[in-house]
């Protein structure tokens, strides 16, 4: 259990700015930060932050909430978890009664895949730098690798050690459950009964989450015995979805949003080298082949990426593979490869940091350009092979979803295939077309007829007030704590006029009138409620009504009127008639309810008395509807 000064203390300190800005690379617009919503796949921005209000909204998808919401959304974390993660991130100290690591794992199986995770992670550090065996072995290879200190305690390599069940032994001497041993494949168990360690005799690679939790390992043999594969990997599980996870994004997540592009290697070698010399944002697909998600990570951060593969076959082939990949996503491809037989890792340890920068800046190509040569290289003079790379390298341009960008290397293509533009062009809006007709085929419509008994069934159309119900709460939220001269005298506080002068109107939406009976409770008290309290609120559905209500995916270009002179009123400007209005609109609604119901009692009333006193009463409401409209400005039939 956490304090609550302590909770109060990490929500205080807690920025949404900083904390969202670790998974999102966002840009200004007016008073808002904007970028691509990380809880859904978009190419163009509707995910905005509040500094202000300390909220973020996605207008696509809706999630919204606060700061610690926002961890657990993107986290899957419990309210705990979240708060421990901000807590962690703001060096703020928690003091809470120390569980046993039986009563951690009990908790929550998740939470328990990751506690067992990151203690694994510490024994095989442990094992290379304080056993005689990991010194001798693991470490010894690290350095024959010419891996710095700082690098192999940044990154947290490890060790495993060569005996059959030394980890496992070791969890279960110290408490942890062997199912999550198993589930998270750091332990194997033989037919049925035997167990025994995954990793056992290899150096250990820690595969990180996007906060930097110990997600999984990769794990390489040093042994030359070719029935032993080279490198093993943590199955998947709960925590650990591959196509889901770049290796080194959370050491290199800052360096891509600064340096505005992602380099993509294929190994942790290969990472681990070109950190080391000094290029920070680079990430590998490690033990997958890359992926949609993985490319779309990348995507949150820049619109840049640069390949660096191997110049072997293998190498141009997975490049290759890649291209139309991130073409599809929308984002702009580089490629770069080293002479056959280097990889990153291996030109780096040749020739320093110095000449690994040069070749980098020297030989990247844009992708057409790459493609183009690589192809017509193995077409060679055969016509029929080069017509084929020309169908294959405009194939890649379609992919590519912006209209002036696709021209441009339509263009840049025609002078390398030397081809005339306006067949290249033909044959992308061919291609196109056919893509449209696979994701969009046309079916006509088939009408359903309902049986005509169900269609009694049918609800009828219900009169409701929920807009404007919304617009007082909206108002009270963001303006209650406000004051307006209301009568020329004095000025008064917004919500206490506002709760006061609809008394006796009855709020039919559910969190409105939740919201409206908390204001009553507080100014009873002499108290107004913030904003804050309503998008904190334990109740989720008022917490995200909140959010919505308090944001909005339109701001107002200052163009209007310093260059066009159109001025548009803001609301603020004149709080007193934007309040009444509100109140008089609600008062509206329900007034023409009322209307509507005496209308009915009237039609079903046979008695001409009875008739005569609901006409008279409809008459007097129908003035009171009056009132309100002039006021509204609005036009009555009679």
Same mark, same amino acid.
């Given at each position: 259990?956490?304090?609550?000064?302590?909770?109060?203390?990490?929500?205080?300190?807690?920025?949404?700015?900083?904390?969202?800005?670790?998974?999102?690379?966002?840009? =200004?617009?007016?008073?808002?930060?904007?970028?691509?919503?990380?809880?859904?796949?978009?190419?163009?921005?509707?995910?905005?932050?509040?500094?202000?209000?300390?909220?973020?909204?996605?207008?696509?998808?809706?999630?919204?909430?606060?700061?610690?919401?926002?961890?657990?959304?993107?986290?899957?974390?419990?309210?705990?978890?979240?708060?421990?993660?901000?807590?962690?991130?703001?060096?703020?100290?928690?003091?809470?009664?120390?569980?046993?690591?039986?009563?951690?794992?009990?908790?929550?199986?998740?939470?328990?895949?990751?506690?067992?995770?990151?203690?694994?992670?510490?024994?095989?550090?442990?094992?290379?730098?304080?056993? %005689?065996?990991?010194?001798?072995?693991?470490?010894?290879?690290?350095?024959?690798?010419?891996?710095?200190?700082?690098?192999?305690?940044?990154?947290?390599?490890?060790?495993?050690?060569?005996?059959?069940?030394?980890?496992?032994?070791?969890?279960?001497?110290?408490?942890?459950?062997?199912?999550?041993?198993?589930?998270?494949?750091?332990?194997?168990?033989?037919?049925?009964?035997?167990?025994?360690?995954?990793?056992?005799?290899?150096?250990?690679?820690?595969?990180?989450?996007?906060?930097?939790?110990?997600?999984?390992?990769?794990?390489?043999?040093?042994?030359?015995?070719?029935?032993?594969?080279?490198?093993?990997?943590?199955?998947?599980?709960?925590?650990? #979805?591959?196509?889901?996870?770049?290796?080194?994004?959370?050491?290199?997540?800052?360096?891509?949003?600064?340096?505005?592009?992602?380099?993509?290697?294929?190994?942790?070698?290969?990472?681990?080298?070109?950190?080391?010399?000094?290029?920070?944002?680079?990430?590998?697909?490690?033990?997958?082949?890359?992926?949609?998600?993985?490319?779309?990570?990348?995507?949150?951060?820049?619109?840049?990426?640069?390949?660096?593969?191997?110049?072997?076959?293998?190498?141009?082939?997975?490049?290759?593979?890649?291209?139309?990949?991130?073409?599809?996503?929308?984002?702009?491809?580089?490629?770069?490869?080293?002479?056959?037989?280097?990889?990153?890792?291996?030109?780096?340890?040749?020739?320093?940091?110095?000449?690994?920068?040069?070749?980098?800046?020297?030989?990247?190509?844009?992708?057409?350009?790459?493609?183009?040569?690589?192809?017509?290289?193995?077409?060679?003079?055969?016509?029929?092979?080069?017509?084929?790379?020309? =169908?294959?390298?405009?194939?890649?341009?379609?992919?590519?979803?912006?209209?002036?960008?696709?021209?441009?290397?339509?263009?840049?293509?025609?002078?390398?295939?030397?081809?005339?533009?306006?067949?290249?062009?033909?044959?992308?809006?061919?291609?196109?077309?056919?893509?449209?007709? =696979?994701?969009?085929?046309?079916?006509?419509?088939?009408?359903?007829?309902?049986?005509?008994?169900?269609?009694? %069934?049918?609800?009828?159309?219900?009169?409701?007030?929920?807009?404007?119900?919304?617009?007082?709460?909206?108002?009270?939220?963001?303006?209650? #704590?406000?004051?307006?001269?209301?009568?020329?005298?004095?000025?008064?506080?917004?919500?206490?006029?506002?709760?006061?002068?609809?008394?006796?109107?009855?709020?039919?939406?559910?969190?409105?009138?939740?919201?409206?009976?908390?204001?009553?409770?507080?100014?009873?008290?002499?108290?107004?409620?913030?904003?804050?309290?309503?998008?904190?609120?334990?109740?989720?559905?008022?917490?995200?009504?909140?959010?919505?209500?308090?944001?909005?995916?339109?701001?107002?270009?200052?163009?209007?009127?310093?260059?066009?002179?159109?001025?548009?009123?803001?609301?603020?400007?004149?709080?007193?008639?934007?309040?009444?209005?509100?109140?008089?609109?609600?008062?509206?609604?329900?007034?023409?309810?009322?209307?509507?119901?005496? =209308?009915?009692?009237?039609?079903?009333?046979?008695?001409?008395?009875?008739?005569?006193?609901?006409?008279?009463?409809?008459?007097?409401?129908?003035?009171?509807?009056?009132?309100?409209?002039?006021?509204?400005?609005?036009?009555?039939?009679?």
């Amino acid at each position: 259990m956490i304090p609550q000064e302590t909770v109060d203390k990490i929500i205080e300190t807690s920025r949404i700015e900083d904390v969202v800005g670790d998974f999102v690379s966002l840009k =200004r617009r007016g008073t808002s930060l904007i970028g691509l919503c990380p809880f859904h796949n978009e190419k163009t921005p509707s995910f905005h932050v509040s500094v202000g209000k300390g909220i973020y909204k996605c207008f696509g998808c809706g999630k919204g909430g606060d700061v610690v919401r926002f961890i657990m959304d993107h986290e899957t974390a419990s309210y705990p978890e979240a708060l421990r993660y901000l807590a962690n991130k703001y060096s703020i100290e928690i003091e809470e009664v120390e569980n046993s690591p039986e009563e951690q794992l009990v908790n929550d199986r998740r939470e328990s895949l990751y506690i067992v995770s990151a203690w694994a992670g510490k024994f095989f550090q442990q094992q290379m730098t304080e056993s %005689e065996e990991g010194k001798a072995i693991g470490l010894s290879y690290f350095k024959e690798r010419g891996f710095r200190d700082d690098i192999i305690s940044k990154f947290e390599l490890g060790y495993s050690p060569d005996g059959w069940d030394a980890l496992t032994q070791k969890a279960i001497a110290e408490g942890y459950n062997i199912e999550f041993l198993e589930e998270t494949g750091l332990t194997i168990r033989k037919d049925g009964e035997k167990l025994y360690d995954r990793f056992r005799g290899r150096v250990i690679f820690p595969i990180h989450s996007f906060t930097g939790r110990v997600l999984g390992f990769g794990g390489r043999t040093l042994k030359t015995d070719k029935a032993v594969p080279k490198y093993v990997n943590s199955p998947e599980s709960d925590i650990y #979805h591959k196509s889901n996870v770049l290796y080194g994004l959370f050491f290199a997540k800052k360096a891509i949003r600064e340096e505005d592009n992602c380099y993509l290697v294929e190994g942790y070698a290969d990472v681990l080298s070109v950190h080391q010399a000094g290029i920070e944002n680079v990430v590998a697909s490690s033990g997958t082949s890359l992926t949609t998600e993985q490319i779309r990570l990348i995507g949150r951060f820049t619109k840049n990426i640069t390949i660096l593969y191997d110049g072997d076959d293998a190498g141009i082939k997975a490049s290759l593979r890649g291209l139309d990949m991130i073409l599809e996503e929308g984002l702009n491809v580089k490629v770069v490869l080293f002479p056959d037989g280097d990889d990153p890792d291996s030109y780096v340890q040749k020739f320093g940091s110095a000449a690994f920068k040069t070749h980098i800046e020297q030989s990247k190509k844009d992708f057409i350009l790459y493609k183009t040569t690589i192809l017509l290289k193995d077409a060679g003079t055969d016509p029929i092979k080069r017509a084929g790379v020309i =169908r294959e390298v405009v194939e890649s341009i379609s992919k590519i979803p912006d209209g002036i960008k696709a021209s441009v290397f339509v263009r840049e293509c025609s002078s390398l295939l030397q081809i005339e533009e306006r067949i290249l062009i033909s044959e992308l809006n061919k291609m196109r077309l056919d893509k449209s007709k =696979r994701n969009n085929p046309s079916q006509k419509p088939i009408p359903v007829e309902l049986p005509a008994e169900e269609l009694d %069934e049918l609800p009828a159309f219900t009169h409701t007030d929920e807009y404007q119900e919304k617009e007082i709460i909206r108002l009270l939220i963001n303006y209650g #704590h406000e004051q307006v001269n209301w009568d020329g005298i004095t000025d008064t506080y917004i919500a206490p006029y506002v709760i006061a002068n609809l008394a006796d109107v009855e709020f039919e939406h559910p969190e409105c009138r939740l919201i409206i009976d908390i204001y009553k409770a507080k100014l009873e008290e002499g108290e107004l409620p913030t904003n804050q309290e309503f998008i904190k609120h334990s109740n989720r559905k008022i917490a995200d009504m909140t959010i919505s209500l308090v944001s909005s995916p339109y701001i107002l270009s200052e163009n209007w009127y310093a260059k066009r002179k159109i001025y548009v009123r803001n609301e603020k400007e004149n709080l007193r008639a934007t309040i009444l209005g509100g109140i008089f609109h609600l008062k509206k609604q329900k007034v023409e309810l009322i209307l509507k119901n005496i =209308r009915e009692e009237i039609q079903q009333e046979n008695d001409a008395d009875n008739q005569a006193i609901l006409m008279k009463r409809y008459m007097q409401v129908k003035e009171v509807e009056k009132g309100i409209s002039i006021f509204l400005g609005s036009v009555i039939l009679k």
